[in-house]
């Protein structure tokens, strides 16, 4: 008989993960390890975790966000799919979190700073930071109204400038506006 593995209580406490998404079939004939009073199943394995669940994001005092997949899938209930090591730490006070555009789909996500992909490039910022930013990016992405007062010929690349200058910088909003005004 398989060992089951089993996490210590506080394994995932103060943790950011980005699950990807998996197929349900993945659990098949499998039995939960621990469900939720929130209504979500755990099913540990040696090498991760499968959580299937119907919300994602906060979690108490955990980040966990799925990654879906492509074709998107109807399903209320997601079966998200992480290893270990991508449980990272998290806190409030420090900067272990950057941002990452998708220009194709518009869209943008924190991740962490432990993530083997990040190069560096993109500023870190604190949690609270993180969230402002990325407020000001899907405002950018999904307005116009801010762009009136713009001289330009090509919204969306204005939009990348203003987007990228946040990404990359320290510079507020307003600063970057500012420049590109002056």
């Known amino acids: 008989m398989e060992k089951i593995f089993r996490p210590s209580p506080n394994s995932f406490k103060n943790t950011f993960c980005a699950f990807k998404e998996v197929d349900p079939i993945a659990i098949k004939g499998k039995k939960a390890q621990f469900e939720s009073k929130a209504g979500s199943s755990y099913y540990y394995t040696k090498e ?4 299937y669940s119907n919300h994602w ?4 005092n ?13 399903s209320k209930r997601k079966l998200g799919f992480a290893l270990w090591e991508e449980f990272y730490p998290d806190n409030a006070e420090d900067k272990i979190y950057y941002l990452k555009v998708d220009y194709l789909s518009n869209t943008v996500n924190y991740e962490h700073k432990n993530n083997p992909e990040y190069d560096g490039k993109p500023v870190l910022r604190t949690s609270f930071e993180t969230t402002k930013k990325i407020k000001q990016i899907r405002n950018l ?3 116009t109204s801010w762009a009136k007062y713009f001289d330009y010929e090509d919204l969306d690349v204005l ?15 307003d600063e970057i506006k500012a420049e590109l005004l002056s």
């Open 57 to 60: 994001g906060r979690l108490a």
């Open 141 to 143: 992405q999904q307005l």
């Open 48 to 51: 991760g975790m499968y959580r």
């Open 159 to 173: 939009r990348k400038q203003l987007i990228d200058e946040l990404v990359y910088t320290d510079k507020t909003l």
């Open 62 to 74: 955990s980040k966990w966000r799925l990654i879906p997949m492509e074709p998107a899938t109807e």
